[in-house]
Nanobody, 115 residues
Framework: QVQLVESGGGLVQAGGSLRLSCAAS????????MGWYRQAPGNQRELVAT???????NYADSVKGRFTISRDNAKNTVYLQMNSLKPEDTAVYYC?????????WGQGTQVTVSS
């Protein structure tokens, strides 16, 4: 079992920044892929960014150059630094971990960007 707890969401004005954190516990290892997804009202959940073994990262086109995913293996924590936020970034952000072929999700954290 893996437990994921997100934090760091909130309300910010357009152009502002937020940093999300996801603390993982349980059977999670440094080589397991982890990532962030988001879901806006009426939309499907979509990939935001992932990070895999070796620090390789992948981003949705909509956030490239603005968001940065990173990982502290000593703390089993994944971060999402979000800069130059736009109203269209408003969504619930979910942390994801994949281990032993199973996907695990956090409870989500709300990010609201006002114009």
């Amino acid at each position: 079992q893996v437990q994921l707890v997100e934090s760091g969401g909130g309300l910010v004005q357009a152009g502002g920044s937020l940093r999300l954190s996801c603390a993982a516990s349980g059977r999670i290892f440094r080589f397991n892929p982890m990532g962030w997804y988001r879901q806006a009202p009426g939309n499907q959940r979509e990939l935001v960014a992932t990070i895999v073994s070796g620090g390789f990262t992948n981003y949705a086109d909509s956030v490239k150059g603005r968001f940065t995913i990173s990982r502290d293996n000593a703390k089993n924590t994944v971060y999402l630094q979000m800069n130059s936020l736009k109203p269209e970034d408003t969504a619930v952000y979910y942390c994801n971990a994949n281990t032993l072929g199973l996907d695990y999700w956090g409870q989500g954290t709300q990010v609201t960007v006002s114009s």
